[in-house]
T-cell receptor
Framework: ETGVTQTPRHLVMGMTNKKSLKCEQHLGHNAMYWYKQSAKKPLELMFVYSLEERVENNSVPSRFSPECPNSSHLFLHLHTLQPEDSALYLC?????????????FGPGTRLTVL | DQQVKQNSPSLSVQEGRISILNCDYTNSMFDYFLWYKKYPAEGPTFLIS?????DKNEDGRFTVFLNKSAKHLSLHIVPSQPGDSAVYFCAASANNFNKFYFGSGTKLNVKP
């Protein structure tokens, strides 16, 4: 595997379900990000991890819970989501959490909440 | 409040012609700008960047222009090819921001 991978690619869940999104980067980067992309809206930064520590949480509801067990893996745990949470969830990584470093994105998980 | 705006959700261009994608920003602190390209079912990939110390950066068929006084940047693709059909996002950042602000994207369709 190369680059940034995300699983699953598609997920349909009910509002009472608990599920997790997984991201893995094979680039040796030390910063990882979760973004949400809703239709016709800008990418919204949700969480930033640098050296496995959460450094940013952009006012994301607690029904989204990130986890970064090591510098290569990032999870987004989901529970009691709402239909408006349906979106494309993108993971990205970069070498250091610096504004001038290019971020490499995974293909995303298309989430539908029923 | 959206600090980076792409006001054209879509653009259609004939193959061989120039594609011009526009992006406006509101924060004068931004000093680094990027364009990303996204195909369906794939994540965005980096295309080209420009620092505020320049007003133009060129890479092959892709050129980004920055007009700091107007807080405007544009991406020119010439000649456009059908494989350029994708969604293009602009993004901006600054040294003390530690994150990128993205526009909502412009979907480019290059017709053969």
């Amino acid at each position: 595997e190369t680059g940034v991978t995300q699983t699953p690619r598609h997920l349909v869940m009910g509002m009472t379900n608990k599920k997790s999104l997984k991201c893995e980067q094979h680039l040796g980067h030390n910063a990882m990000y979760w973004y949400k992309q809703s239709a016709k809206k800008p990418l919204e930064l949700m969480f930033v991890y640098s050296l496995e520590e959460r450094v940013e949480n952009n006012s994301v509801p607690s029904r989204f819970s990130p986890e970064c067990p090591n510098s290569s893996h990032l999870f987004l745990h989901l529970h009691t989501l709402q239909p408006e949470d349906s979106a494309l969830y993108l993971c990205a990584s970069s070498q250091d959490q610096l504004p001038y470093n290019e971020q490499f994105f995974g293909p995303g998980t298309r989430l539908t909440v029923l | 409040d959206q600090q980076v705006k792409q006001n054209s959700p879509s653009l259609s261009v004939q193959e061989g012609r120039i594609s011009i994608l526009n992006c406006d920003y509101t924060n004068s602190m931004f000093d680094y700008f990027l364009w990303y390209k996204k195909y369906p079912a794939e994540g965005p990939t980096f295309l080209i960047s420009i620092s505020s110390i320049k007003d133009k950066n060129e890479d092959g068929r892709f050129t980004v222009f920055l007009n700091k006084s107007a807080k405007h940047l544009s991406l020119h693709i010439v000649p456009s090819q059908p494989g350029d059909s994708a969604v293009y996002f602009c993004a901006a950042s600054a040294n003390n921001f530690n994150k990128f602000y993205f526009g909502s994207g412009t979907k480019l369709n290059v017709k053969p």
